[in-house]
């Protein structure tokens, strides 16, 4: 409880263009997030050029955890790819491997089958209500590369965001409590 008490005290005995410093410099540092993500979308063509593997559906490829890194370029998409797609009413992205793939020759639009790799089946049934293929429109990204296990934090902090509040409580302390 010492700790707790001497920040508190030192917090009181801040001047009030302290504190305000400090509260800019954190909002610079919000901002230059903000800033390096939109330049990354830039660059790589993805509206989320980083996801994180959410399930084990993709496993022993990729696991539980993994940051994937996303890049969208006009190429088409062939088989064997691995992508990143929304779904129409889900709000979380799904990584999953592109299995079959249909151009149509009068429009030249293009149908895509994805599955997990470590599912039985294709993804038809996590498709929307009557859809049996996935769409350009529908895709991401795809995968180019990965850091293994760098998104548990992601993860830990979803399922339990009472971890997230504190940890967000106990850094903003620190930077306004901090003598530099």
């Known amino acids: 409880m010492g700790w707790l008490a001497d920040s508190l005290d030192s917090i009181r005995t801040l001047q009030i263009r302290h504190v305000l410093t400090q509260i800019v410099s954190l909002g610079m540092i919000v901002t230059s997030a903000l800033i390096i993500w939109k330049g990354l979308m830039c660059v790589t063509g993805s509206e989320s050029p980083v996801v994180v593997v959410l399930s084990g559906s993709m496993e022993p490829g990729f696991k539980r955890g993994d940051i994937l890194f996303l890049h969208m370029s006009k190429d088409p998409i062939r088989a064997?790819?691995?992508?990143?797609f929304n779904v129409d009413g889900r709000e979380i992205p799904i990584v999953h491997r592109v299995i079959k793939v249909h151009e149509r020759q009068d429009t030249g639009e293009v149908d895509i089958l994805t599955k997990g790799d470590n599912n039985f089946g294709d993804d038809r049934l996590l498709y929307a209500?009557?859809?049996?293929?996935?769409?350009?429109?529908?895709?991401?990204?795809r995968a180019v590369g990965f850091l293994p296990?760098?998104?548990?934090?992601?993860?830990?902090?979803?399922?339990?965001?009472?971890?997230?509040?504190?940890?967000?409580?106990?850094?903003?302390?620190?930077?306004?409590?901090?003598?530099?």
């Open 80 to 84: 064997g790819e691995i992508v990143v």
């Open 149 to 180: 296990y760098v998104g548990w934090v992601t993860i830990i902090m979803t399922e339990k965001p009472i971890i997230k509040y504190l940890l967000i409580g106990a850094l903003g302390l620190l930077v306004i409590t901090s003598k530099e």
């Open 129 to 141: 209500h009557g859809q049996l293929w996935l769409q350009r429109h529908h895709i991401m990204g």
